[in-house]
DNA sequence: CTAATATGTTAGATTTATCTAACAATTATA
DNA sequence: TATAATTGTTAGATAAATCTAACATATTAG
């Protein structure tokens, strides 16, 4: 049974690897868990003897099969609680994260299997992130940044990335949530903002700070 | 703000001094939550210096007032906790300790004044205990054991105490709830069974061991 | 009332997870 | 390529929560 330090390193190692190939350094994890090197070079220490990560100096880290598994299901104990604290709670988008940070700890199979019955057996998260099946396969399906789109094209959000707090606030405010529909009206050829129209709402301007956040489908 | 150990600790001391007009031994503590004299030992000097327990060598612990309040909002929390998994999870009352014993911890007060409000405020947990308010208040509603009860008296289930898996199990084979209407047919001389009847069970024989751990009030 | 038993305390060790300081290797820059 | 900056490692310290062994006090029984 892994730790609850040893979780976060783990989920940490997966979250990283997604951005860089598979291969994670000593300092990504620190600043990411903002642990100091020397103490994440132990642990990385300890996870190889366990045989969930790889490891030789200097070299850059990596998951081992079993450590990727595991990792990966408690990415899923995490995604199912906030889909369950969204859906079942009424909690809004922007309120999971840090419970499902403590949530995704708990030991008990059973608890963890309810939530998703009584969900439906969800596929995604309340910001559009897979949630990894009881194997720790995790499939994203092919969305495209907005920021990518062309003019004249219709839209529809299907996920958020780098969901901060304020980021999520500001699409409340803006009325975009997912499963939303738009339709790119133009781009700013200057720079680049994306100006779209929705129910509600004929003409909004998105930057790009937003627009690459905002991963949509065609419709 | 206290950790977990910590938090076990308090919820310890409350409950046993429950037990015992306010006063727990060193002793006591140690068998209750399995961990050694010595241990307990220091970790009530250390409450002691949070001013969380009234500790003199050789003398009773006794929680402080402050003590007994965050030791009332964590067992808050763990029957809210109880309460919500049975009436929301749909689990049985025999599953739902092991979990709440770890989600208590959680810190997060939206988590549990969400609980609180799509349960509607409830007052007891699924076993009949109280639920503390708010502010730690307590109050034990004044029910009798079934043990105690006169024959021909006509009663209702309103608590089990001792609450073990297999006890629990145990009233499941005998559809014994809470609210539960019975009617106490005679009492065994010999032993004191209680002999009782009630919807789909014309007559049933409860050992003094049940009878003694089944809290009822007059209808 | 003494002696045996039970309970409580002190001292010191261990494990886990963290840190700082010092040093070493790798990578980037001039 | 030599030097500087960054990244990684080692050594040793610290805090929390636990333990065992030894000793001290209190309670119980004869
Ligand atoms: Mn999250
Ligand atoms: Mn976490
Ligand atoms: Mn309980
Ligand atoms: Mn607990």
Same mark, same amino acid.
């Given at each position: 049974?892994?730790?609850?330090?040893?979780?976060?390193?783990?989920?940490?190692?997966?979250?990283?690897?997604?951005?860089?190939?598979?291969?994670?350094?000593?300092?990504?994890?620190?600043?990411?868990?903002?642990?100091?090197? &020397?103490?994440? $070079?132990?642990? =990385?220490?300890?996870?190889?003897? !366990? #045989? /969930?990560?790889?490891?030789?100096?200097?070299?850059?880290?990596?998951?081992?099969?079993?450590?990727?598994?595991?990792?990966?299901?408690?990415?899923?104990?995490?995604?199912?609680?906030?889909?369950?604290?969204?859906?079942?709670?009424?909690?809004?988008?922007?309120?999971?994260?840090?419970?499902?940070?403590?949530?995704?700890?708990?030991?008990?199979?059973?608890?963890?299997?309810?939530?998703?019955?009584?969900?439906?057996?969800?596929?995604?998260?309340?910001?559009?992130?897979?949630? &990894?099946?009881? $194997?720790?396969? =995790?499939?994203?399906?092919?969305? !495209? #940044? /907005?920021?990518?789109?062309?003019?004249?094209?219709?839209?529809?959000?299907?996920?958020?990335?780098?969901?901060?707090?304020?980021?999520?606030?500001?699409?409340?405010?803006?009325?975009?949530?997912?499963?939303?529909?738009?339709?790119?009206?133009?781009?700013?050829?200057?720079?680049?903002?994306?100006?779209?129209?929705?129910?509600?709402?004929?003409?909004?301007?998105?930057?790009?700070?937003?627009?690459?956040?905002?991963?949509?489908?065609?419709?």
């Amino acid at each position: 049974m892994n730790s609850l330090a040893e979780e976060n390193y783990l989920k940490a190692l997966f979250t990283l690897a997604a951005k860089n190939n598979g291969e994670v350094s000593v300092n990504d994890l620190s600043r990411h868990l903002d642990i100091k090197m &020397p103490t994440v $070079n132990s642990m =990385m220490k300890k996870l190889t003897t !366990k #045989k /969930l990560v790889y490891y030789e100096s200097y070299k850059p880290l990596k998951l081992t099969e079993k450590g990727k598994k595991e990792a990966a299901l408690i990415i899923r104990k995490h995604r199912l609680t906030e889909m369950y604290l969204v859906e079942k709670m009424n909690f809004g988008w922007e309120q999971v994260h840090e419970i499902a940070e403590q949530i995704e700890h708990i030991k008990s199979p059973e608890f963890f299997a309810k939530m998703d019955e009584l969900l439906g057996y969800p596929q995604i998260d309340p910001h559009g992130s897979p949630i &990894p099946d009881k $194997n720790g396969k =995790m499939i994203w399906k092919e969305y !495209k #940044k /907005l920021s990518e789109c062309t003019k004249g094209s219709l839209v529809k959000i299907a996920a958020v990335i780098n969901t901060s707090n304020d980021f999520l606030k500001f699409l409340n405010e803006k009325e975009i949530h997912l499963g939303l529909k738009m339709k790119i009206k133009s781009i700013e050829p200057f720079d680049k903002s994306v100006i779209v129209s929705y129910p509600k709402h004929a003409s909004e301007t998105l930057s790009p700070t937003v627009s690459e956040r905002l991963l949509v489908e065609k419709v």
